[in-house]
C-alpha cells in the first residue's frame, strides 16, 4: 500500500532563511507527487507538481525516486510563506485518481 | 468560473443518526473525490465519483456512501455516526484524464461534529 511521510510537524524559520520540507513516500509503482499548501481561513490548494518540474512563488521540489523523497524547498523564506503543507501521492485505483496526503508540516516564518 | 462549494458549513449530530453533505463541482469537472479530515491529519480518501458511478474507494466502511448526479454534483452520506466520525469532510472536483495534469480543486469543508 502507499504511504506519504512527512516527518515535522511544525517548521519555525526566521523571514530569509532556507526552507525545506522533507517529504518521503512509499510506493511499488511510478509516482505522481504534489505539494499542496493551505493558508490561513483558506481552502487547500496545488502548489506544484513534480511532473510539471515547475517553480512556484519561489518553491521547488524534486522527485528522488533512489531516497523515495519529494522535498519542498526554498532558498528565501517570506512571511507570506507562513501555512499547512501537504505532500502527496496520486494513484490511480480502478481508473479514477485518489490522492494520499501525509500528515503536514506547519509552516512558521518569523520576522 | 464557480469553485468547488459545499454544505453545510458546520453541522452537529449524535451518535446513530445519519447524515448528508454536499458537494457542487467546479464549472467544468465532471470527477468528484471525497476526503476526510480528522484533526491533526491529512485528508483520506473516502471515494471518487465519475459519470454518476463510484470511481475507487479508500479504507472506509459501506455505511460511508454517496451519489452524483447529472450534473456532477454529489453527497455523500454517512449511516450509524460514530463519534470516531468527526472531523472535517473535504470534496474535490477534477475533469477526467489520465494526466497528472489533472488536478483536483478542493471546497472549504463541512465541519461534522457527533456528540
Known amino acids: 500500500a502507499q504511504r506519504v511521510t512527512q516527518p515535522e510537524k511544525l517548521l519555525s524559520v526566521f523571514k530569509g532563511a532556507p526552507v525545506e520540507l522533507k517529504c518521503n513516500y512509499s510506493?511499488?509503482?511510478?509516482?505522481?507527487l504534489f505539494w499542496y499548501v493551505q493558508y490561513s481561513r483558506q481552502r487547500l490548494q496545488l502548489l506544484l507538481r513534480h511532473i510539471s518540474r515547475e517553480s512556484i512563488k519561489g518553491f521547488t521540489a524534486d522527485l528522488n525516486k533512489g531516497e523515495t523523497s519529494f522535498h519542498l524547498k526554498k532558498p528565501f523564506a517570506q512571511e507570506e510563506d507562513s501555512a499547512m503543507y501537504y505532500c502527496?501521492?496520486?494513484?490511480?485505483?480502478?481508473?479514477?485518481?485518489?490522492?494520499?496526503f501525509g500528515t503536514g508540516t506547519q509552516l512558521k516564518v518569523e520576522l | 468560473e464557480t469553485g468547488v462549494t459545499q454544505s453545510p458549513t458546520h453541522l452537529i449530530k449524535t451518535r446513530g443518526q445519519q447524515v448528508t453533505l454536499r458537494c457542487s463541482s467546479q464549472?467544468?469537472?465532471?470527477?468528484v473525490s471525497w476526503y476526510q479530515q480528522a484533526l491533526g491529519q491529512g485528508p483520506q480518501f473516502i471515494f471518487q465519483y465519475y459519470r454518476e458511478e463510484e470511481n475507487g474507494r479508500g479504507n472506509f466502511p459501506p455505511r460511508f456512501s454517496g451519489l452524483q448526479f447529472p450534473n456532477y454534483s454529489s453527497e455523500l452520506n454517512v449511516n450509524a455516526l460514530e463519534l470516531d466520525d468527526s472531523a472535517l469532510y473535504l470534496c474535490?472536483?477534477?475533469?477526467?484524464?489520465?494526466?497528472?495534469?489533472?488536478?483536483?480543486?478542493f471546497g472549504p469543508g463541512t465541519r461534522l461534529t457527533v456528540l
Open positions: 510506493y511499488s509503482g511510478s509516482p505522481e
Open positions: 502527496a501521492l496520486m494513484t490511480r485505483p480502478g481508473g479514477g485518481n485518489k490522492l494520499t
Open positions: 464549472s467544468g469537472h465532471n470527477t
Open positions: 474535490a472536483s477534477s475533469p477526467r484524464g489520465g494526466s497528472s495534469y489533472n488536478e483536483q480543486f
